[in-house]
């Protein structure tokens, strides 16, 4: 299975959420519903199994490493995507843009770019991270108090679930979903309520990592894209322990402007690589991780 394959790899880039604020008074139009019954479709069951890794070689007083991105390929992406979440699922990429007026969900064909399938927000809604559990897609909104809920094929909306603070990023690890509100909380969700089942605080030592957004759940880490820079930072989910930090600065796309930064990180779990791109970036990556080249070590 491929959980056994993922056992060995590891790193992962996350990406960034926010913008303008929403309209005074904001949205919740639609009372939130409690989906009466059942979890997500095809929630994955507890996992009784987690890898080896994962609890037994957290040290934790082990300094985070430092690696940097190398790219292995590069694929078409919409430049006018203000990209808040991303997600590969099966080969094909799921994709949360922002900005109010511009906020969709849409499914992406990863090597032309090409929109399959969009479902835009209503325009008052600023679209922020997407995790997909089971069949469905759930969609934070940046400061609309709302999480969204749609079919993965159909892209219809199925219900939402209300919240307290602002969303950035979502990532689901097979169990539960985990939120970034930008601060350096994580906060632990059941996806069959919405509600919180607990947080953890990010450190790096004894420093706390504050803006993280956009997010990838992998085994039992979590990659988040700092937001405004080019860095990612993998976390113990455990513990919140920062057990890397990743410099994505490589990837140096033009941008038009200030908001226009990395954000959005997708596991490929085929080959073990991660997608990286940005808001209204043109291009996807496709790199691996690897420890950054000693100072000094430049030829000549
Ligand atoms: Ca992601």
Same mark, same amino acid.
């Given at each position: 299975?491929?959980?056994?394959?993922?056992?060995?790899?590891?790193?992962?880039?996350?990406?960034?959420?926010?913008?303008?604020?929403?309209?005074?008074g904001a949205?919740?139009?639609?009372?939130a519903?409690?989906?009466?019954?059942t979890?997500?479709?095809?929630?994955?069951?507890?996992d009784?199994?987690?890898?080896?890794?994962?609890?037994a070689?957290i040290?934790?007083?082990a300094?985070?490493?430092?690696?940097?991105?190398?790219?292995?390929?590069?694929?078409?992406?919409?430049?006018?995507?203000?990209?808040?979440?991303?997600?590969?699922?099966?080969?094909?990429?799921?994709?949360?843009?922002g900005?109010?007026?511009a906020?969709?969900?849409?499914?992406?064909?990863?090597?032309?770019?090409?929109?399959?399938a969009?479902?835009?927000?209503?325009?008052?809604?600023?679209?922020?991270?997407?995790?997909?559990?089971?069949?469905? =897609?759930?969609?934070?909104?940046?400061?609309?108090?709302l999480a969204?809920?749609?079919?993965r094929?159909?892209?219809?909306?199925?219900?939402?679930?209300?919240?307290?603070?602002e969303?950035?990023g =979502?990532?689901?690890?097979?169990?539960?979903?985990?939120?970034s509100d930008?601060?350096?909380?994580?906060?632990?969700?059941?996806?069959?309520?919405?509600?919180?089942?607990?947080?953890?605080?990010v =450190?790096?030592?004894?420093?706390p990592?504050?803006?993280?957004?956009?997010?990838?759940?992998?085994d039992?880490?979590i990659?988040a894209?700092?937001?405004?820079?080019?860095?990612?930072?993998?976390i113990?989910?455990?513990?919140?322990k920062?057990?890397?930090?990743?410099?994505?600065?490589?990837?140096?796309?033009?941008?038009?402007?200030p908001?226009?930064?990395?954000?959005?990180?997708?596991?490929?779990a085929?080959?073990?690589?991660?997608l990286?791109?940005?808001?209204?970036?043109?291009?996807?990556?496709?790199?691996?991780f690897?420890?950054?080249?000693?100072?000094?070590?430049?030829?000549?």
């Open positions: 299975m491929l959980r056994s394959l993922l056992l060995s790899v590891l790193l992962a880039v996350p990406a960034l959420g926010c913008g303008s604020d929403p309209a005074p949205p919740a139009t639609t009372p519903t409690t989906p009466a019954t979890p997500a479709a095809g929630l994955a069951p507890a009784t199994t987690a890898p080896a890794h994962a609890a070689t040290d934790p007083n300094p985070a490493e430092r690696l940097q991105v190398r790219v292995v390929e590069q694929f078409p992406h919409d430049p006018t995507a203000f990209t808040q979440g991303l997600l590969l699922v099966d080969g094909v990429l799921y994709e949360s843009t900005l109010e007026g906020s969709s969900v849409r499914r992406v064909d990863l090597p032309t770019g090409a929109v399959l969009a479902r835009p927000q209503a325009a008052d809604v600023f679209g922020e991270g997407l995790a997909m559990v089971g069949a469905e =897609l759930y969609q934070l909104s940046w400061r609309n108090g969204f809920v749609y079919d094929t159909t892209l219809e909306p199925l219900r939402q679930y209300r919240y307290t603070g969303g950035w =979502l990532c689901f690890d097979g169990e539960v979903l985990w939120h930008g601060s350096t909380t994580l906060r632990r969700r059941d996806p069959a309520t919405f509600e919180v089942l607990g947080t953890v605080t =450190l790096d030592g004894t420093s990592v504050a803006n993280l957004n956009e997010l990838e759940c992998v039992r880490s990659y894209n700092v937001w405004l820079s080019n860095e990612v930072v993998r113990d989910a455990a513990s919140g920062v057990t890397a930090r990743i410099d994505a600065s490589a990837l140096a796309p033009r941008l038009a402007g908001d226009d930064v990395l954000n959005g990180i997708a596991y490929d085929d080959n073990e690589t991660y990286l791109t940005g808001k209204r970036w043109d291009t996807v990556y496709r790199v691996v690897e420890p950054v080249t000693p100072s000094g070590a430049t030829a000549d």
